[in-house]
């Protein structure tokens, strides 16, 4: 029987509030942009028709349209998992972006938004999504808020935020997009083949930074699958810090790399599966290859056992400067407080990014689009990043949600963007995942590869924010 001293718990009134409306113009080459932009928050309901949670958006659509419902949508979502669409909204694809300089470092405060001239915006609508407990979306109790932090409950959910807003914007016969950053490719390769079978087929899926299989990035005992498959990601990194022989420096960065990946995938494969088996002999000339394409010590790799976690290359590479590399960017380095140990203080990468787009997404949301809120803007939301739940064992696994949804809908395409300085979501893994799951090879030419010589986030640099447009642009018209 239930304890009689409880009392039972209050439900929340929570009321849908009205979206906010305003209108803009951005000047780009070959004309202007006038838009509408709509900031609110979705309504998701319960078998009672009680609203369990709001998530909010950030909606960019073309005005004077004869018929929208004719126009490309694409739906936008950062990963995390914890992060709200912070990242590619004012960084990448949105009317607006962060001023960071050419190569994406970070500026001296304050902080300003300049006009996005590689917007996506004449190529789609946008709407940009952050799931619960990131940006402003909550659940409406917070008891509740974990419910939806899972790879099932994520996709149950962001589902249904796309069945809404098709339904209450009538553009269920759109052409129809998906764009999403490290989890975010996660998501939306689990999306795909989730909506399919709820009656929503997309057109085409963007991935950036792709992560769908977790065994090519968890560095897990008797996993040996990162090691490989990291190596020329840590090769390009070497290179772009001159820490390689001056042979190798020499060389074109693709060329190099290429080889790296064939060693990587033979030589080196087949020597980490012998395990303990290994002669001195054999173990001697790996660590002499690993040392030549890492540019780290001979010593080091021995002591690693010829397996380089991430963190402790970030940390080793330069540390003799006292310095460490960027796992998301691997161009950017941070002041260490310590030349000792194998981790590193801070990311500097991501510390580098985050004053500049939470200062003017701030200022933005509240100024510009006119939505006015005192709850905080949940960037990168640490609690959902440690409760996340991944149904399907140690290493989940979406990329056969994708595979159904081009077995299912073989006019489906998707382009694939890697940079070679990425060491969070490395561009020999995307390879890894795209050729392991078990795609008809009717269809393997429905998917495209780009790559570019910056790191997770390309799109701070800012000749790679260039091309991923363009890439992007000849994706979405052809």
Same mark, same amino acid.
């Given at each position: 029987?239930?304890?009689?001293?409880?009392?039972?718990?209050?439900?929340?009134?929570?009321?849908?509030?009205?979206?906010?409306?305003?209108?803009?113009?951005?000047?780009?080459?070959?004309?202007?942009?006038?838009?509408?932009?709509?900031?609110?928050?979705?309504?998701?309901?319960?078998?009672?028709?009680?609203?369990?949670?709001?998530?909010?958006?950030?909606?960019?659509?073309?005005?004077?349209?004869?018929?929208?419902?004719?126009?490309?949508?694409?739906?936008?979502?950062?990963?995390?998992?914890?992060?709200?669409?912070?990242?590619?909204?004012?960084?990448?694809?949105?009317?607006?972006?962060?001023?960071?300089?050419?190569?994406?470092?970070?500026?001296?405060?304050?902080?300003?938004?300049?006009?996005?001239?590689?917007?996506?915006?004449?190529?789609?609508?946008?709407?940009?999504?952050?799931?619960?407990?990131?940006?402003?979306?909550?659940?409406?109790?917070?008891?509740?808020?974990?419910?939806?932090?899972?790879?099932?409950?994520?996709?149950?959910?962001?589902?249904?935020?796309?069945?809404?807003?098709?339904?209450?914007?009538?553009?269920?016969?759109?052409?129809?997009?998906?764009?999403?950053?490290?989890?975010?490719?996660?998501?939306?390769?689990?999306?795909?083949?989730?909506?399919?079978?709820? =009656?929503?087929?997309?057109?085409?899926? #963007?991935? @950036?930074?792709?992560?769908?299989?977790? /065994? $090519?990035?968890? *560095?897990?005992? !008797?996993?040996?699958?990162?090691?490989?498959?990291?190596?020329?990601?840590?090769?390009?990194?070497?290179?772009?810090?001159?820490?390689?022989?001056?042979?190798?420096?020499?060389?074109?960065?693709?060329?190099?790399?290429?080889?790296?990946?064939?060693?990587?995938?033979?030589?080196?494969?087949?020597?980490?599966?012998?395990?303990?088996?290994?002669?001195?002999?054999?173990?001697?000339?790996?660590?002499?290859?690993?040392?030549?394409?890492?540019?780290?010590?001979?010593?080091?790799?021995?002591?690693?056992?010829?397996?380089?976690?991430?963190?402790?290359?970030?940390?080793?590479?330069?540390?003799?400067?006292?310095?460490?590399? =960027?796992?998301?960017?691997?161009?950017? #380095?941070? @002041?260490?407080?310590?030349?000792?140990? /194998? $981790?590193?203080? *801070?990311?500097? !990468?991501?510390?580098?990014?985050?004053?500049?787009?939470?200062?003017?997404?701030?200022?933005?949301?509240?100024?510009?689009?006119?939505?006015?809120?005192?709850?905080?803007?949940?960037?990168?939301?640490?609690?959902?990043?440690?409760?996340?739940?991944?149904?399907?064992?140690?290493?989940?696994?979406?990329?056969?949600?994708?595979?159904?949804?081009?077995?299912?809908?073989?006019?489906?395409?998707?382009?694939?963007?890697?940079?070679?300085?990425?060491?969070?979501?490395?561009?020999?893994?995307?390879?890894?995942?795209?050729?392991?799951?078990?795609?008809?090879?009717?269809?393997?030419?429905?998917?495209?590869?780009?790559?570019?010589?910056?790191?997770?986030?390309?799109?701070?640099?800012?000749?790679?924010?260039?091309?991923?447009?363009?890439?992007?642009?000849?994706?979405?018209?052809?």
């Amino acid at each position: 029987m239930p304890d009689s001293s409880e009392k039972p718990k209050s439900e929340p009134e929570i009321k849908e509030e009205a979206p906010v409306v305003s209108s803009h113009r951005l000047e780009v080459e070959g004309g202007a942009l006038s838009y509408s932009a709509t900031a609110g928050k979705m309504p998701l309901k319960d078998a009672r028709d009680k609203i369990a949670a709001q998530m909010f958006y950030v909606a960019y659509t073309l005005e004077g349209e004869a018929d929208p419902a004719e126009r490309p949508l694409i739906f936008v979502f950062n990963g995390g998992p914890g992060s709200a669409s912070i990242w590619l909204h004012m960084g990448a694809l949105g009317p607006r972006r962060v001023e960071m300089g050419e190569e994406g470092f970070m500026p001296p405060p304050p902080y300003r938004l300049i006009d996005n001239a590689y917007t996506w915006l004449d190529l789609g609508d946008l709407v940009f999504i952050d799931p619960v407990g990131t940006g402003y979306s909550r659940a409406s109790d917070p008891d509740d808020n974990q419910k939806y932090w899972g790879l099932e409950a994520d996709l149950e959910a962001v589902g249904e935020f796309i069945r809404l807003y098709l339904s209450r914007n009538r553009r269920w016969t759109s052409p129809l997009y998906l764009a999403g950053e490290s989890y975010g490719t996660t998501r939306a390769a689990g999306l795909a083949g989730h909506l399919i079978d709820r =009656g929503i087929a997309f057109n085409g899926v #963007v991935l @950036i930074s792709t992560i769908m299989n977790f /065994q $090519t990035a968890r *560095f897990t005992k !008797a996993n040996d699958l990162p090691y490989t498959l990291f190596l020329p990601s840590y090769c390009a990194t070497a290179h772009y810090h001159g820490k390689l022989a001056e042979e190798l420096q020499a060389r074109a960065l693709r060329e190099l790399l290429s080889e790296v990946a064939e060693w990587s995938e033979s030589d080196y494969t087949v020597a980490l599966a012998k395990g303990d088996r290994l002669s001195e002999g054999e173990r001697g000339a790996v660590a002499a290859q690993l040392a030549r394409y890492t540019g780290l010590s001979e010593r080091f790799v021995l002591g690693a056992d010829l397996r380089i976690n991430i963190l402790s290359f970030c940390k080793e590479l330069l540390r003799n400067e006292k310095r460490a590399v =960027g796992r998301l960017d691997s161009r950017f #380095v941070g @002041i260490m407080a310590s030349a000792e140990g /194998q $981790t590193y203080d *801070f990311d500097p !990468a991501s510390h580098a990014i985050t004053p500049p787009y939470s200062a003017t997404f701030n200022q933005y949301v509240r100024e510009a689009l006119g939505y006015q809120t005192d709850l905080n803007y949940e960037i990168m939301n640490s609690e959902v990043h440690r409760n996340w739940k991944y149904e399907g064992g140690q290493f989940p696994d979406t990329s056969e949600g994708l595979r159904a949804a081009f077995a299912k809908n073989p006019f489906m395409k998707v382009l694939v963007a890697q940079g070679y300085y990425d060491l969070a979501t490395p561009f020999q893994a995307a390879y890894y995942s795209l050729s392991h799951m078990g795609l008809d090879a009717s269809l393997r030419d429905n998917v495209v590869i780009e790559e570019y010589e910056a790191g997770h986030m390309m799109y701070l640099h800012e000749a790679s924010l260039a091309k991923l447009k363009r890439d992007v642009a000849r994706f979405v018209r052809t």
